[in-house]
Structures are given as C-alpha cells and as structure tokens.
C-alpha cells in the first residue's frame, strides 16, 4: 500500500521539527547549560549577600565561610550538570567537534580548579570581605572567559554573549565592593542565567 503524499505545509512541518532537533543536539540543552549556574548563583551569591548586605551589617546570621560553601558546593553541582549536557552533545558529534568538546570539558575542571587553589592560598592574607570578592570574582571570571570561549568554538552566539554579561557584572560588581557583587551576581547573573535557559529553550 502506497502512502498517502504529504501536503506542502505537512513536508515543512517536519523539516522545522528536524532543524529544531539537530540545533538542540549540536548546541546542547539550554536547561542543563545555563539554568543550574542560575540556581547556584542565586543560591550562593544570596548566601553571601545576606551576610555582607549593602552597608557592612548582615541581614542574616550567616557566617562568610558558610556562605563561600554554599557558593562553591552549588557551583560544584551545576558544573557537574553542565559538563554532562555538554558530553551528552559531544555523543552526537564526531572527529574534531567531539576532541574541541572533551577538551573544552577539562578547561572547565583546569579553570576551576586553578581558581579554588589561587583564592585557597591568597584569600587567608586578606580581610574578609575582601576574601569572599576574591572567591565570587574569581569563579565568576572563569565562568565567564569559558563561555566566551565556548561561544566561539562552536559559534554559539548567545553562549557568548552570556559569557560577555557575567564578563560586566563581575567587573562592575568588584568594583563596588563585596555586597554588591554579592547581590548583583545573584540577582543579574542567577536569575539571568535561569532566565536565558528557558528562554532558549522556547526559542529551540
């Protein structure tokens, strides 16, 4: 039995359903990419918000090493969640797309773990605010050169203008000083970053 030919608008249908799949698969998940640094960025840099607040008095009994270990163990599990989005994608690809993506994956882990040693051995010789800007600064810093750096790898504009605006708010944010940064990374880059994920999602 011959199938029935398909209409003009049913074949274009199916075409836009395709490319909406292969961008996906080359580009990746925006949940998994964007939305759990959102979350951890809100969370931790929330937590150290409250602790430094706007004028040098908390606004909440946390301590700043409290804060910094919610920052870091929320950093930690969004980077696990993005490293997996980014080898789910890599599966898809082959030959020198799939070697610029494991690569790229250990430029995460070398970055952040460059940072956490750099901040571990200078923050103690500074004072204490000075230190949690040194740890959110930092992370933010790396974050925000890999994305870059990932948007031009595989010509992901938005992936590289998200890494150009945790670029600005991280630098506006140490120049005002530690609860600044606190509050605009959780606030702008937080809820930014969950907010572009979904947004890119619907767009796919």
Same mark, same amino acid.
């Given at each position: 039995?011959?199938?029935?030919?398909?209409?003009?608008?049913?074949?274009?249908?199916?075409?836009?359903?395709?490319?909406?799949?292969?961008?996906?698969?080359?580009?990746?998940?925006?949940?998994?990419?964007?939305?759990?640094?959102?979350?951890?960025?809100?969370?931790?840099?929330?937590?150290?918000?409250?602790?430094?607040?706007?004028?040098?008095?908390?606004?909440?009994?946390?301590?700043?090493?409290?804060?910094?270990?919610?920052?870091?163990?929320?950093?930690?599990?969004?980077?696990?969640?993005?490293?997996?989005?980014?080898?789910?994608? #890599?599966?898809?690809?082959?030959?020198?797309?799939?070697?610029?993506?494991?690569?790229?994956?250990?430029? =995460?882990?070398?970055?952040?773990?460059?940072?956490?040693?750099?901040?571990?051995?200078?923050?103690?010789?500074?004072?204490?605010?000075?230190?949690?800007?040194? =740890?959110?600064?930092?992370?933010?810093?790396?974050?925000?050169?890999?994305?870059?750096?990932?948007?031009?790898?595989?010509? #992901?504009?938005?992936?590289?203008?998200?890494?150009?605006?945790?670029?600005?708010?991280?630098?506006?944010?140490?120049?005002?000083?530690?609860? =600044?940064?606190?509050?605009?990374?959780?606030?702008?880059?937080?809820?930014?970053?969950?907010?572009?994920?979904? =947004?890119?999602?619907?767009?796919?």
């Amino acid at each position: 039995m011959v199938d029935e030919e398909r209409s003009p608008e049913e074949t274009l249908r199916i075409i836009d359903e395709q490319s909406v799949a292969t961008v996906k698969r080359l580009y990746g998940d925006p949940l998994l990419l964007y939305v759990p640094w959102g979350a951890a960025w809100l969370l931790g840099f929330g937590a150290l918000f409250l602790h430094y607040g706007l004028y040098g008095q908390s606004y909440a009994p946390i301590t700043q090493m409290q804060a910094v270990a919610v920052l870091m163990g929320a950093q930690l599990v969004a980077g696990a969640v993005a490293a997996y989005g980014i080898v789910r994608m #890599n599966m898809l690809v082959r030959g020198d797309s799939a070697a610029r993506g494991m690569m790229y994956g250990y430029a =995460w882990f070398a970055g952040m773990l460059l940072m956490s040693v750099i901040a571990a051995r200078m923050g103690p010789l500074l004072p204490d605010h000075e230190s949690g800007l040194l =740890w959110g600064g930092s992370a933010l810093m790396v974050v925000a050169v890999l994305y870059m750096a990932g948007g031009a790898v595989w010509l #992901n504009w938005p992936m590289f203008f998200v890494g150009a605006w945790t670029a600005g708010v991280d630098a506006l944010g140490v120049l005002l000083g530690a609860g =600044w940064h606190a509050l605009l990374a959780a606030v702008l880059l937080g809820g930014g970053f969950m907010v572009a994920g979904l =947004w890119l999602r619907r767009c796919l």
